[in-house]
């Protein structure tokens, strides 16, 4: 083999090795080391304190006229107007009870883009186990709109009362006083003994 080439053989193997050596070095650089299971959790639970609301937490605020929240219902129209959670408002991601918009990007976006600013928008749909607040959630953080998540749907709030409340709550609290009807959101009636419902306040309240 004439020297030439002999040369021009040992730059390519070099070069391959070099640049085998070069593609190690950047992915071991490049992929960070998968999280530990302490982290993961750790994880776990600052998104759901970040993200969940307590249906709990939201009645007592209703009951003593605290409003630095936006209530979303996100059932279609019909569902709405027939009852809703009160003081919530409408943004459907359903065109009727059996239809989903999902694909109506523009206008949902447009309705939560609309919401106050200074408030905490907290969204809830069917069930707890429904997936459109997830998918609605996503799609508004995908167009740099963040919202809650209220931890029970509309089934449970209007049809599971005692699921969610305390057990010394169940006969002085009425469902109905946090449920209102037609077009509008409907207004929290205040309750005299709000503040004795739950008197732990701070980060560990209701």
Not at 196 to 204: A, D, K
Request: with cysteine; aromatic share 8%; glycine share 8%.
């Amino acid at each position: 083999m004439k020297p030439a080439a002999v040369t021009l053989m040992l730059a390519l193997i070099l070069g391959a090795v070099s640049g085998a050596i070069a593609a190690v070095v950047v992915l071991n650089v490049q992929s960070p080391a998968e999280p530990s299971e302490d982290e993961l959790i750790k994880g776990f639970y600052l998104a759901e304190n970040a993200v969940h609301v307590s249906p709990h937490s939201l009645k007592g605020k209703m009951d003593k006229g605290v409003d630095d929240y936006v209530l979303v219902d996100l059932r279609s129209a019909e569902e709405y107007e027939a009852e809703h959670i009160v003081g919530a408002v409408n943004i459907p991601a359903y065109s009727d009870r059996n239809t989903a918009a999902y694909g109506d990007v523009d206008r949902i976006v447009s309705a939560f883009a609309a919401l106050p600013k200074d408030k905490d928008i907290i969204v809830y749909c069917y069930s707890m186990p429904c997936m459109t607040g997830r998918k609605i959630g996503k799609m508004l953080a995908e167009n740099g709109i963040y919202v809650k998540h209220l931890g029970i749907g509309w089934n449970e709030w209007r049809h599971f009362w005692n699921l969610w409340n305390h057990e010394h709550e169940w006969n002085t609290t009425i469902a109905e006083d946090y449920i209102s009807k037609g077009k509008e959101p409907g207004t929290p009636k205040l309750k005299a003994n709000a503040s004795s419902v739950c008197p732990i306040s701070g980060e560990f309240g209701c």
